[in-house]
Nanobody
Framework: EVQLQASGGGLVQTGESLRLSCTTSGFPFEDFVIGWFRQAPGKEREGVSYIMIREGSTDYADSVKGRFTISSDKAKSTVYLQMNSLKPEDTAIYYC???????????????????WGQGTLVTVSS
């Protein structure tokens, strides 16, 4: 059974940092793509970042480039999202998702992912 669990959210002030973790199990970690998404109140879910585990390829939404860094620990089957210089507009529930993604168009689109974890809330106060 594929399982993903996001953790690490919390309340921080503008400019501070958080590191989110996505702990996974039940699938061949290195064969998958892991994505981070977020949904703010009243807004649609948006792609934040993804990592292709085997290749190490990554990409980011323009809104977080230069501030967020995605990484993976293959030994722990875990993906991290280091979030620096946080802004109030980063406030959202953050979700991690996984898919084998043998073919894809845009791994920052949520339709590409079959497996989702529960979210973790990030609140950035001004």
């Amino acid at each position: 059974e594929v399982q993903l669990q996001a953790s690490g959210g919390g309340l921080v002030q503008t400019g501070e940092s958080l590191r989110l973790s996505c702990t996974t199990s039940g699938f061949p970690f290195e064969d998958f793509v892991i994505g981070w998404f977020r949904q703010a109140p009243g807004k649609e879910r948006e792609g934040v970042s993804y990592i292709m585990i085997r290749e190490g390829s990554t990409d980011y939404a323009d809104s977080v480039k230069g501030r967020f860094t995605i990484s993976s620990d293959k030994a722990k089957s875990t993906v991290y999202l280091q979030m620096n210089s946080l802004k109030p507009e980063d406030t959202a529930i953050y979700y991690c998702a996984a898919d084998r993604m043998s073919t894809y168009v845009d791994p920052l689109d949520d339709y590409e992912y079959d497996y989702w974890g529960q979210g973790t809330l990030v609140t950035v106060s001004s």
